[in-house]
């Protein structure tokens, strides 16, 4: 497996991450605290050419829960940014429904994980801005998605702007 430096992703040209969106019965999304002590989906980047389905999958699972991940809720097409990341990323949301009250018990922190500080389910009307505005808005259309017609189809945004309502590149 190859590690991800700074001149892979270059290399590579796109990062592509993968996220989970799971929800208890009070339905409120489950998001994991960073090390920076901000909220975020369950979910990573990718490694290699593995599909964007497993890093979600495989998140989950070290949070203790079994569940496969299942339709795609958005897409979002982050650009580079010239001071920041070096390459732009593709970012997907899969649904993974409900959680069960004894789910929603039996979800942990994996012991000795640098990674995480912990785990929240955060009410939808109360996200306290700990999360980046990019975030704010992917978790906003993943929660439109969940409520809108199905026959809509799976939106894509671009900076976590919805494309229809982003400004195109010249």
């Known amino acids: 497996m190859q590690q991800q430096t700074p001149e892979r992703r270059k290399a590579i040209g796109r990062r592509i991450f993968g996220h989970a969106f799971v929800t208890n019965k009070a339905g409120h999304p489950l998001m ?41 809720l958005l897409v979002d097409h982050t650009e580079a940014h010239p001071l920041g990341a070096p390459a732009g990323a593709i970012t997907f949301v899969f649904h993974c429904g409900t959680l069960t009250a004894s789910q929603t018990q039996s979800v942990a922190v994996p012991a000795r994980d640098p990674g995480l500080q912990g785990i929240a389910f955060v009410n939808p009307n109360h996200w306290y801005g700990d999360m980046t505005r990019t975030q704010q808005r992917r978790f906003t259309a993943a929660l439109d998605t969940l409520t809108a017609d199905r026959d809509a189809g799976c939106p894509y945004l671009w900076n976590g702007l919805r494309a229809t309502h982003a400004p195109v590149p010249a």
Do not use: F, K, N, S
């Open 32 to 72: 994991v605290i960073g090390p920076d002590g901000r909220l975020a989906l369950p979910g990573g980047e990718t490694v290699g050419d593995e599909p964007a389905v497993r890093p979600a999958a495989y998140h989950l699972r070290r949070l203790g829960l079994d569940i496969t991940p299942g339709p795609l």
